[in-house]
């Protein structure tokens, strides 16, 4: 313990590369902590069915926002000593990974947990009360999930087709994140239309307002001209402020596992929400890990570089004699020192870090959230390379969880909340949703922009009923009496249940009909089977208890309207069943049928799987930083006398063109780059 607060001490350095790392992941988070707050907050507008403020303040100011407090400490705190740690074990500084909520989980787990709980509890203080304790049961689900996976399960990830982990996540971002957070800049076009717009001109454009060499966060900025032109048009209210400031005093962490416990069985009818999300956030924490291809390209040359190093130091001239390059000339001083720049230099841009350790933590991270009060989960940022390239070491993560667990004990969120509007929040939170659907589309070929759309609808249909539900009810509060009832609505209301598992089924069946992986298609309808049978996706209870007749709220009600009758839970389970039949029968077929194309087998359809490897080769390398950059030191100290023996040669033919040796030794380092990459994934 005294060992590790020493080298914590030692290790905390704060740079200003750091504080505009700070200045930006502190406004990533509040900006997602704002707006969902603002959603559960909305909760308290519903005329005879609204949550009393009374209620809504002890349960945000009281538990959620302590909850967030001591998750992002404790997150942070551990990601700077990480960091730490891994400076001193390597020789090299590393930059913290930022640490934050999971934007997209947090407004699932709102709109599609404590809302749909809400309306049909006949909303009121019970209703919220409820929904929150289901919320906390599926974030603590949720971070079971990652945490298994971090250990054991990291399979699914190499079996599941990256776009149906990817598109479900989009489908959130779209709607949830996108078409609700905008509409309320919309209704309040002067403010809103502003910060829209200025989302673009900082993260797109480019454009940073500033003085001298410092320019504002994208978020900040955006904030900065939202205030002002919300006091300016009367869009803030000073009455606002001034209840809010009632709410500054301590609140202090609450143990919430019992009241969590309480309601645990509930959960069972939101399953086909939890399980997508959990596996999501573990693809999550991957990609940050590897935030693109080219990252992993490094990682190649800098395994490639440290297998050479080491074959020359244990084979001597056996190298230089299966090379293309002269052997008088294969190690010269010059080479040597651009191939250890080489090293600094792709090195120095990235940090490989522990990949299992990163998505275990995340996962602990989300459970001790629920524990403490919070809904939300967290999880590491994609921000990593920026902050590195900024220069910031570990100090902006250790100072945003400080922050953050001052702010959110002692009731400062809530004043923050008071002095900023919807309307400036709402595009801030737009741009994540804008950037994980770019990071979806960048990431999956274009054959499969088809089911990538396809595979949003879930989450627009579900946002759909969602705005549809705050709509007047019934008088028992079981339905919206202005919805169509109909057979439209009812496709709506099917794909809404389990929303975000029944893209991930969509879409993992659409992949492989595109790509014409006909047993993989049967394999994924007969799993969406197996999620419809016990009535996870598609009817709005699970179980077996309304198997065989409808059971929509339009069916259920005080003053019942017509069912519809052919969209029962058996329905939708023997729908898939013919699925899987029909791809049976194309498999069969396409073996003596030549006009069925053959399959589509490319890297594309195993890039999580290379993503996980490609990491692991990544913290190999980087357990080896320190040896690689003594043996390229000590080769060129070597041959420093052999470089200034031949400079002061006086018959001197030609001058070696270390240039054009080094692209040589490049061109020899790609040829059996396949196969040192193979050996270096097969001993990760």
Not at 174 to 186: H, K, N, P, R, W
Not at 236 to 242: G, I, T
Not at 474 to 486: E, L, R
Request: proline share 5%.
């Amino acid at each position: 313990v005294v060992k590790f607060f020493q080298d914590f001490k030692g290790g905390l350095s704060m740079t200003g590369g750091d504080c505009g790392a700070l200045s930006q992941l502190f406004f990533d988070n509040l900006s997602t902590l704002l707006g969902t707050l603002y959603v559960i907050q909305a909760l308290g507008s519903f005329g005879d069915i609204s949550v009393s403020k009374e209620v809504l303040d002890e349960y945000i100011w009281g538990k959620i926002a302590p909850g967030v407090g001591i998750t992002l400490f404790l997150g942070n705190v551990y990601y700077s000593w990480q960091a730490i740690r891994l400076t001193n074990e390597h020789g090299r500084q590393y930059t913290a990974q930022p640490y934050g909520l999971n934007t997209p989980a947090a407004f699932s787990f709102v709109f599609n947990i404590i809302y749909a709980v809400f309306f049909e509890e006949g909303g009121g203080d019970a209703g919220f009360i409820k929904g929150y304790k289901v919320a906390l049961a599926a974030n603590f689900i949720t971070g079971l999930i990652l945490t298994f996976l971090g250990c054991f399960g990291t399979q699914i990830l190499k079996v599941v087709p990256p776009a149906a982990l990817l598109v479900p996540i989009a489908g959130i971002g779209f709607a949830f994140l996108g078409l609700e957070q905008v509409s309320y800049s919309i209704a309040a076009p002067i403010v809103g239309y502003s910060t829209i717009m200025w989302v673009y001109l900082g993260w797109y454009s480019g454009v940073r307002v500033g003085w001298g060499e410092y320019r504002c966060p994208q978020a900040l900025q955006v904030i900065i001209i939202g205030v002002i032109l919300g006091w300016a048009t009367g869009l803030s209210k000073p009455a606002d402020v001034e209840g809010a400031a009632k709410l500054v005093k301590w609140w202090g962490p609450v143990f919430t596992g019992g009241e969590m416990f309480a309601d645990f069985g509930l959960i069972a009818d939101y399953l086909g929400i939890v399980i997508p999300i959990g596996i999501s956030a573990a693809a999550t924490t991957l990609m940050c890990l590897g935030k693109s291809e080219n990252i992993f390209h490094s990682a190649r040359i800098t395994s490639e570089v440290l297998i050479y190093f080491h074959s020359i130091s244990a084979s001597g001239p056996s190298i230089r004699k299966r090379s293309r390059v002269s052997p008088a000339n294969f190690i010269w001083p010059a080479p040597c020192v651009q191939i250890s720049n080489l090293f600094l230099l792709v090195f120095a841009r990235r940090d490989p870090f522990p990949v299992r350790e990163t998505m275990i933590v995340d996962g602990l991270g989300t459970c001790i959230a629920s524990l403490m009060g919070s809904p939300l989960g967290t999880v590491v940022y994609i921000g990593h390379p920026a902050h590195k390239a900024s220069g910031a070491k570990v100090g902006y993560s250790f100072a945003n969880g400080i922050i953050y667990i001052i702010m959110s004990w002692v009731g400062l969120l809530a004043l923050i909340q008071s002095l900023v509007n919807q309307a400036t929040i709402g595009p801030i939170v737009l741009m994540v949703g804008l950037m994980i659907n770019q990071e979806c589309l960048d990431f999956m070929p274009s054959r499969h922009y088809a089911a990538y759309i396809v595979g949003l609808f879930p989450c627009v249909y579900d946002w759909t009923a969602n705005v549809s539900g705050r709509a007047p009810l019934t008088d028992d509060g079981t339905y919206n009496t202005n919805t169509p009832g109909g057979p439209g609505w009812i496709g709506v209301l099917a794909w809404k249940r389990g929303s975000l598992l029944v893209s991930m089924l969509w879409v993992a069946i659409l992949v492989q009909v595109i790509d014409r992986q006909w047993k993989l298609a049967t394999i994924w309808s007969l799993i969406a089977a197996a999620f419809a049978v016990f009535g996870i996706i598609h009817v709005p209870e699970a179980g077996f208890e309304n198997f065989a007749k409808p059971f929509w709220e339009q069916c259920t009600g005080p003053d019942p309207v017509a069912c519809w009758e052919f969209a029962e839970q058996w329905m939708f389970f023997v729908s898939y069943l013919v699925l899987a039949a029909t791809f049976v029968l194309i498999g069969i077929a396409a073996k003596t049928d030549k006009t069925i194309e053959e399959p589509v087998d490319d890297e594309t359809r195993h890039a999580f799987d290379d993503w996980y490897k490609d990491a692991k080769v990544a913290s190999i390398v980087g357990r080896n930083s320190k040896s690689i950059s003594f043996m390229a030191e000590k080769l060129v100290k070597e041959k420093k006398t052999e470089e200034e023996s031949i400079k002061n040669q006086e018959k001197k033919e030609e001058t070696p063109d270390y240039d054009a040796q080094f692209e040589t030794f490049m061109d020899l380092m790609k040829e059996p780059s396949t196969k040192v990459v193979a050996l270096a994934k097969e001993e990760a």
